[in-house]
């Protein structure tokens, strides 16, 4: 059968987007087996190519379910880029006629505000309310015992690293450094990923605090290695500055990934994600 897919990029971070809302085959059949479809229309060189796949769902609770699946195959709870993405479809192609939406995903319903250019009545920005970060090692889940896991040292590849450890609605360990661009991420991103302390792996930030409210960050993510941004992991990374005395609660952090910038606000209650999306482009696939 022939779908209709598009191809959105929130900060170069890019995924494959098909609206399930109406489409029962979308449903029924192609799509009950998603994971290996993630992993045949994620390869950038014999198919379309992303960080993964979003399907776009019938929700009872908010205006459409969002579900992504990694391009190995891995469903993700939480996809701040993603999220944005899904925002900007639904008001574009004018499934929704407002400017706040609620999107339903694994991690609980993220409330996307919306803003819109004056001319073309295009959405170009939006702010995200990512909740409140969880701390606790336990719930990441990981290994690391107490309350926090705030500079605790963790032994990986033979070299011992301060890590600081939350939840974004999904499993984030961000250490701090020099710049991350030095780093040869291909070798030690996985090692990260895998490390037993995370028994269902875990994202991982590399970020350096280039000024006030200033940071400076590379992303592995587990399921699909390296990203060109990461809104969870820019989220958690914000979160982690301010609770190791790098920036300012309440202040907005900038945020510079390979794939632009990102703006994060933690007021201590939850924390708000600002970035854009684009649409790529627009298609048809046989599955």
């Known amino acids: 059968m022939k779908y209709n897919f598009i191809k959105m990029q929130g900060t170069g971070n890019d995924y494959i987007y098909f609206d399930c809302l109406d489409n029962l085959d979308c449903l029924e059949s192609t799509f009950k087996r998603p994971a290996p479809l993630a992993r045949q ?31 190995d195959g891995s469903e993700g709870m939480m996809c701040g880029n993603a999220v944005r993405c899904v925002a900007k479809y639904l008001y574009d192609f004018r499934k929704v006629d407002k400017r706040r939406v609620n999107i339903e995903t694994g991690s609980g319903v993220k409330t996307v505000y919306i803003k819109t250019q004056r001319r073309s009545g295009e959405a170009f920005a939006f702010t995200v309310d990512m909740g ?80 006030k409210n200033e940071l400076k960050m590379r992303v592995w993510e587990r399921g699909s290695g390296e990203t060109f941004a990461c809104g969870t992991g820019a989220c958690a990374a914000a979160v982690a500055a301010i609770l190791n005395g790098h920036a300012e609660q309440g202040a907005e952090i900038t945020v510079h990934l390979k794939g632009g910038d990102l703006k994060v606000v933690y007021t201590g209650k939850t924390v708000l994600l600002t970035g854009g999306a684009e649409t790529v482009f627009t298609g048809t696939i046989e599955l």
């Open 41 to 71: 229309l994620s390869d950038r060189h014999f198919s379309i190519g992303g960080d993964g796949i979003v399907l776009m769902l019938p929700s009872e609770v908010a205006d459409v379910k969002m579900r992504m699946f990694n391009a």
């Open 132 to 211: 409140k970060p969880n701390l606790r090692p336990d719930r990441l889940p990981s290994a690391f015992r107490g309350e926090t896991a705030i500079g605790r040292e963790l032994e990986v590849g033979g070299k011992t690293y301060s890590v600081t450890c939350l939840s974004m609605g999904n499993p984030h360990c961000v250490v701090f450094g020099d710049d991350p661009d030095l780093l040869d991420l291909a070798s030690i991103g996985p090692l990260f990923e895998h490390h037993p302390v995370f028994p269902l792996r875990v994202n991982t930030e590399f970020v350096q605090a280039v000024g």
